[in-house]
């Protein structure tokens, strides 16, 4: 993935006298339509590589945020990973995580609100992904979603 720093703990899970800092708020209820490279920008796949906002090359690439009910569509800035072979493709991009999100891969990110509540739904009753993602799935369907949820294997990686 190419968020690499710690999600925060949802409030629910945080122990009494803890600074409910420490814990996650939820304010990117609805994120920007440009999700930018930020100081934290690396590689997936060559996690030693970062970039700097204000990098020559930057390229939009159009991406997906999974949410509780629906999809939505947005633009994030990346970058071509110089470490790749000239004819491969690879990119840096934002964490995300100040937001929220969670990027899995640059095309797809996971709100940190979402995963709360499989987390969430996991310590009530034990919950297969394969139970829990198809309830998301119907939930996707009932509000319209544009796309459907991820594929169990894919929650699972996430």
């Known amino acids: 993935s190419v968020s690499y720093h710690t999600v925060p703990l949802p409030v629910w899970v945080a122990l009494p006298g803890k600074d409910s800092r420490d814990s996650l708020a939820h304010t990117a209820l609805c994120p920007p339509a440009l999700l930018a490279l930020e100081a934290s920008s690396r590689c997936a796949w060559h996690p030693q ?3 700097m906002p204000g990098h020559q090359g930057i390229k939009p690439l159009e991406c997906t945020i999974y949410t509780l009910t629906c999809t939505l ?27 929220g999100l969670f990027n899995y891969n640059n095309h797809s990110m996971l709100m940190h ?3 709360d509540e499989y987390t969430s739904a996991y310590t009530l009753a034990e919950t297969p992904f394969s ?3 198809q309830g998301v799935v119907r939930r996707y369907m009932i509000h ?3 796309r459907p949820f991820v594929s169990v294997e894919v929650f699972h990686n996430v």
Do not use: K, Y
């Not at 072979?85 to 991009?93: D, E, I, Q």
């Open 113 to 115: 609100d979402l995963l």
């Open 144 to 146: 319209g979603s544009s």
């Open 49 to 51: 590589i970062t970039v």
């Open 131 to 133: 139970m829990w993602t």
């Open 73 to 99: 569509d947005r633009v994030m800035q990346v970058v071509r990973c110089t470490s790749f072979p000239a004819r491969g493709w690879c990119s840096c991009g934002p964490d995300l995580g100040t937001l």
